[in-house]
């Protein structure tokens, strides 16, 4: 099995295609400056070792950057896969999941309206995380689609730990509170804590 894993901004697109199978990184790279001056394609071959260094080259929207990253992992040079075919899933970082996911989850229409309905919680990643979303479901429409929340690790704190001295309404009605970040690397690091 393997998975691309793609992490959009509003500017970028960061990605790598894993092989789950072995654990195996197989590509990596990074797109930057989308839709900006002087766009920036990185691409690394973690067999070969083959890369593509800070390549400029157009990249007016995030649909024209997955467009490259695909083109590249297929690429009969320095490519890692024949086709698209065999990419299995494609999984996601999202900044902010709100209270609505305290686990990864498949992408469905109610999930998107979730993540649209909290963006305002991180107004410079979730819409970002979105369009990435919705890029891949209209390049790779029969892909599976699977969102990582970076706020799903701490959704276990009690009231007492997250709520604000604000009034409640606050909380209520603008959804103010603390959310916890950085949830897949806090849970990384407290799951190698126990091994440990």
Known sequence: MKILVINCGSSSAKFELIDMTNEQSLAK??????????PIFSYKNLITGEKISELETPMENHTVAVELILKTLQDEKIGVIA???????????????????EKSVLVDDE?????????ALAPLHNPAN?????????????KKNVVVFDTAFHQSMLPEAYMYAFPYEDYTELKVRKYGFH????KYVSELVREV
């Open 183 to 186: 949830g897949t690397s806090h």
């Open 130 to 142: 979105i369009m990435g979303i919705k890029v891949m479901k209209e390049l790779l429409p029969d």
């Open 111 to 119: 999930v998107i309206k979730n993540l649209e309905d909290v963006s």
């Open 29 to 38: 790279g990074n797109c930057e400056r989308i839709g900006i001056a002087n």
């Open 83 to 101: 086709s698209t075919d065999e990419i299995d899933a494609i999984g996601h970082r999202i900044v902010h999941g709100g209270e609505y996911y």
